[in-house]
């Protein structure tokens, strides 16, 4: 079976849901969310907020986005020391804040300061540097280079989300894009996008000759898809899945940030089910601990 990878992902995909899907596991390498490296970083203290532990026994990669060669090739290092497995460049966030700060996607628009941004990483550092990029910004004029310019800067493998930042997560994921990008280069190329059951999976290695799957949303809606992928019993229980999200939420988020939060992950267990999934939203009046029973007897009603 080739490798599965959990997605990085802001917000929802936030230390609290890695932790919870190490209770269900399955995948066989996690990533945290971007790391922002500013234009006047500090270092160390950015550093600290990694832990390659924490989803223990799963290793856990870190991801960083920045534009200054100088400055990634320094938090690579910083977190190369902390023990990371491996360290990735995010040339994917669409996110307008960010692209407006000359990261992430933007830099699909310069293929030349990806791969120096890329190669300084590597150059920092003996552990593996990964990519993970979008098609493309606005279109896929770039796809070639930016392809290109990822593999000779050193990196071990690339992720290729194939929809560009202009398109977001709205239409269907261009899978001939990772068969584009797997014929194109030497290096293992990881597909991400529009897996969300094990046939999906099972067609995109088909369709792409991909070397290893890469899941985000798929896993939010249903965190035992690993599993499944693997044609193996599920492991861990929903309760267990629930408890561990819930001990890894600060216990200083206030009530209603608390429910916020518990909705985004039910909004997405719940995609499949919108009636169910309707009576969650309409549910407005009810405690942080009631929401979640309220939500966990409906998941398990349609879902289980």
């Avoid at 690579?76 to 497995?85: C, D, I, S, V, Y």
């Avoid at 930016?146 to 800067?153: D, I, R, V, Y």
Wanted: hydrophobic letters at 40%.
């Amino acid at each position: 079976m080739v490798k599965l990878y959990l997605a990085p992902m802001e917000g929802v995909g936030a230390l609290p849901f890695r932790k919870a899907m190490a209770t269900i596991g399955g995948f066989d390498e996690a990533c945290t969310e971007f790391i922002r490296v500013s234009q006047n970083p500090q270092i160390k203290t950015l550093a600290k907020s990694y832990c390659p532990h924490q989803l223990a026994p799963y290793p856990q990669a870190a991801q960083i986005m920045g534009s200054n060669p100088a400055h990634m090739a320094e938090m690579t290092q910083a977190l190369a020391e902390k023990g990371a497995p491996r360290i990735e460049l995010n040339c994917g966030c669409p996110s307008n804040t960010v692209t407006g700060r000359g990261a992430g996607s933007t830099l699909l628009k310069t293929p030349e300061l990806l791969h120096t941004i890329a190669k300084a990483m590597v150059e920092a550092t003996t552990v593996p540097v990964s990519i993970k990029l979008r098609s493309g910004f606005e279109d896929t004029s770039l796809f070639n280079e930016n392809m290109l310019a990822a593999q000779e800067s050193g990196a071990a493998f690339i992720t290729l989300h194939p929809r560009t930042k202009i398109e977001g997560y709205g239409p269907p994921a261009d899978w001939s894009l990772i068969a584009r990008a797997k014929s194109l280069l030497q290096i293992p190329v990881v597909g991400n996008g529009d897996i969300r059951s094990p046939q999906d999976a099972r067609n995109m290695l088909k369709q792409t000759n991909c070397d290893a799957l890469m899941i985000g949303r798929g896993a939010v809606t249903n965190p035992w898809i690993f599993w499944d992928i693997k044609g193996l019993p599920r492991r861990g229980s929903l309760s267990d899945f629930l408890t561990a999200f819930k001990n890894a939420l600060s216990p200083e988020l206030k009530p209603r940030h608390r429910l916020n939060q518990y909705k985004q992950l039910f909004g997405y267990l719940l995609r499949d089910h919108p009636e169910e999934r309707q009576q969650m939203l309409r549910t407005n009046d009810l405690s942080p601990a009631d929401f979640l029973s309220h939500c966990t007897s409906l998941y398990n009603l349609k879902c289980l």
